[in-house]
Nanobody, 114 residues
Framework: QVQLVESGGGLVQPGGSLRLSCVAS????????MAWYRQAPGKERELVAS???????NYAESVKGRFTISRDYAKRTVYLQMNGLKAEDTAVYYC????????WGQGTSVTVSS
């Protein structure tokens, strides 16, 4: 059974940085484009960034230049480096496969506030 375990969230001041991690079990990591999503209070889940098996990346316009997605095959882990955080980045962050998503993990909460 595929499991996705996100971590690394927390409370950070505007302008600060966080690095999120997502460990994926099973074959979901090895054969899929992986992505980070986020869901802010009262809003729908949105795609933040994705990375293909070959390492090509895409970002939502709102995070371009501030966030960086990467993946480590040895650790079956997807990372999201978030710099220059803004209040509007506050959300619960999830990872999953882009085209063939598995059951969602518990997510990791990011709060950007002074």
């Amino acid at each position: 059974q595929v499991q996705l375990v996100e971590s690394g969230g927390g409370l950070v001041q505007p302008g600060g940085s966080l690095r999120l991690s997502c460990v994926a079990s099973g074959f979901i990591f090895d054969f899929n484009t992986m992505a980070w999503y986020r869901q802010a209070p009262g809003k729908e889940r949105e795609l933040v960034a994705s990375i293909t098996i070959a390492g090509s990346t895409n970002y939502a316009e709102s995070v371009k230049g501030r966030f960086t997605i990467s993946r480590d095959y040895a650790k079956r882990t997807v990372y999201l480096q978030m710099n220059g955080l803004k209040a509007e980045d506050t959300a619960v962050y999830y990872c999953n496969a882009l085209q063939h998503p598995a059951s969602w993990g518990q997510g990791t909460s990011v709060t950007v506030s002074s």
